[in-house]
């Protein structure tokens, strides 16, 4: 993404994941996906019972319907995590750190929650982003 990134001094600031405190939005068309999560296109869940792999096949997704926009990975702006499992944390911010880029990492909230609408998932990302108009 092209827009700046924000990280306030005396605010807490995670070096460790692929994360921004805030982001001014560049010009471009801002685009809003639905949840996305660890389903094949047939709705069959990849990766039962294993998180990582689940953040890993949303965000294969994600970047399938960014790509019909115009866009990439990169120009996601905010990100919005929902988890069923806290033991699964350390996989799926594994998985994010290795798809997102340090440099341009969206801001991020992540929501424990007691379940998702299939009780095979584990993960959901919800994303917005920019594509360049």
């Known amino acids: ?3 700046q990134r924000i990280s306030a001094d005396g605010a807490w600031n995670d070096t460790e994941y692929p994360t921004s405190q805030a982001g001014i ?3 471009g068309k801002r685009v809003h996906l639905t949840g996305q999560v660890g389903w094949t296109e047939d709705f ?3 990766g039962h019972d294993d998180a990582g792999k689940q953040t890993h096949a949303a965000i294969d997704n994600i970047e399938k319907v960014l ?3 115009g866009g990439t990975i990169k120009d996601v702006v905010s990100c919005t995590m929902y988890y069923v499992r806290d033991e699964d944390l350390d996989s799926i911010q594994e998985a994010r750190r ?3 880029s340090f440099s341009a990492g969206p801001a991020v909230t992540g929501v ?5 609408v299939d009780e095979a998932l584990l993960v959901e990302l919800t994303v917005v ?4 108009a």
Request: hydrophobic share 50%.
């Open 98 to 100: 290795n798809r997102f």
């Open 129 to 132: 982003a920019v594509v360049p």
């Open 112 to 116: 424990k929650v007691a379940g998702l």
């Open 1 to 3: 993404m092209s827009g």
């Open 67 to 69: 790509a019909g926009a």
């Open 44 to 46: 069959e869940v990849i």
């Open 25 to 27: 939005e560049p010009k």
